[in-house]
């Protein structure tokens, strides 16, 4: 019973973050449906400073990726779309996989169905945040060089954004560059984007920790997530979080109306340089975005695959 809950849960976790219809394949949050090539070419496409090659491990009787960045050579093993280090191989129930469709689609609360609300408490829950699945990021160790705090931080960069200072890893310094302009530009025209600027209160990125109530590193200690506040946070709600530790049951229900979201034209000046904007996800984080090319990358090659 407690495996088959366990399952329920994973399948469930990637169901609302991502907001796929597949919630009745319980095997999706962890089978890609690509092939090892085609996610290679992904790779290769949304990292262009990392070396990436592919071969066949019959020992281990899978396809092992090794990703060459920064003068260092590490190895994953695919998992079927996980991406593991060899000794993770036997825990492979405990991740998400790499690559999943991103919809960028904002649902409303008003349309859930009891089962929904019911799924999503489940989520959330303190139990499952504790010990249910969690994202696979190994791979993304090798990546940006993120393995330990000391080596993560011979590669930030500090900048402002909008005049306000961070700290971000510096193979995104430049995409956040082009967001700054995007947006001043159009503060002149939007008056909407004006506010957001006039009223913006602080912007930070890296930060070594762990996701709150979750044993697993946040983007955040990898330098290519980005927390956007107003000032008085807009006199609405940011995060999911801060509902429910109030004893709010039904947080997942706070209309749209009542959460501070940046303006739709700032949101898609992230997502057309490979951000994805955390207030998409079921446990939603207004405030969030995270540097994920590989999704919008695996969308453009092979959209009507992913799932």
Excluded at 269 to 277: L, M, N, S, T
Aim: charged share 30%.
């Amino acid at each position: 019973m407690k495996k088959f809950f366990a399952i329920f849960l994973l399948a469930l976790s990637c169901f609302l973050l991502n907001g796929s219809a597949q919630e009745e394949d319980k095997n999706w949050p962890r089978l890609s449906n690509l092939t090892p090539k085609e996610e290679l070419e992904i790779f290769r496409q949304a990292y262009p400073w990392c070396q990436f090659e592919l071969d066949y491990d019959k020992e281990v009787k899978d396809w092992a990726l090794k990703v060459t960045a920064y003068k260092k050579t590490s190895v994953y093993y695919r998992a079927e779309g996980l991406y593991l280090p060899k000794e993770q191989l036997a825990n492979r129930d405990h991740y998400w996989r790499v690559i999943y469709r991103y919809n960028q689609v904002l649902e409303d609360p008003a349309d859930f169905s009891e089962e929904k609300k019911q799924m999503i408490r489940e989520y959330s829950s303190n139990e499952n945040r504790k010990k249910g699945a969690v994202s696979s990021k190994f791979i993304f160790d090798a990546i940006y060089d993120c393995k330990t705090r000391a080596s993560t931080e011979t590669h930030l960069r500090s900048m402002t954004l909008w005049n306000r200072p961070l700290n971000v890893h510096r193979q995104i310094g430049k995409k956040l560059d082009k967001i700054e302009a995007k947006v001043w530009a159009l503060a002149k025209t939007d008056k909407e984007v004006s506010l957001f600027l006039k009223t913006l209160s602080s912007c930070s990125g890296y930060n070594w920790r762990e996701i709150r109530d979750s044993p697993t590193r946040s983007f955040h200690s990898y330098g290519i997530a980005i927390d956007i506040l107003p000032k008085g946070w807009g006199k609405k709600i940011v995060y999911w979080g801060y509902e429910k530790q109030k004893g709010n049951k039904n947080w997942m229900l706070i209309p749209l109306k009542s959460r501070w979201m940046p303006p739709p034209a700032v949101i898609k000046a992230f997502e057309d340089e490979g951000f994805i904007w955390g207030g998409r996800w079921a446990i939603w984080d207004n405030m969030h975005f995270e540097y994920h090319p590989e999704l919008y990358v695996a969308k453009q090659l092979y959209g009507d695959k992913l799932r």
